[in-house]
């Protein structure tokens, strides 16, 4: 990938829920959406086309948990296989992202914002998903 193109939806996808980032330029920070309940993958991937059209996505880029050693297991696999499952429902190209520590970091972020533990449950995964974006972006520029 030569050019950067926004805007970019980022996803980390965990076995319970999907936080869900957007980032909309280069010189913005990416921005948490929302934090969705997993379904059933059809749902799930119906839910990501939609969010695909409603904000005008060129890409999507999606948290590959890889071992702490880099090595691929079998939380990396299964997420390939959802990602090759989406990309028969979306159109736009699929991006995947190194996504060791970022429930750590956001979680981190979320203590240090002082939120309860409810709170910080239900905005997790979608700080997860900016962290994802953000690496993303900063490995591409």
């Excluded at 970019?8 to 999907?18: F, T």
């Excluded at 980032?21 to 086309?49: M, N």
């Excluded at 002082?114 to 690496?135: G, N, P, S, Y």
């Amino acid at each position: 990938m030569n050019e950067l193109k926004f805007p970019l939806l980022g996803l980390d996808v965990s076995k319970r829920r999907i936080g869900v980032a957007i980032a909309e330029g280069i010189t913005a920070d990416p921005l948490p959406l929302f934090t969705w309940p997993r379904g059933k993958k059809t749902v799930d991937f119906e839910r990501i086309a939609n969010w695909v059209r409603k904000y005008g996505i060129v890409g999507v880029v999606v948290g590959l948990p890889v071992n702490m050693d880099g090595t691929v297991g079998d939380s990396a696999e299964k997420m390939e296989q959802f990602i090759a499952e989406l990309s028969q429902k979306i159109t736009v190209p699929i991006y995947r992202q190194d996504e060791r520590q970022t429930t750590l970091e956001a979680r981190e972020i979320l203590d240090l914002n002082e939120l309860d533990a409810e709170e910080t449950k239900e905005k997790l995964d979608e700080i997860a998903a900016v962290l994802i974006l953000t690496r993303f972006i900063n490995e591409k520029r």
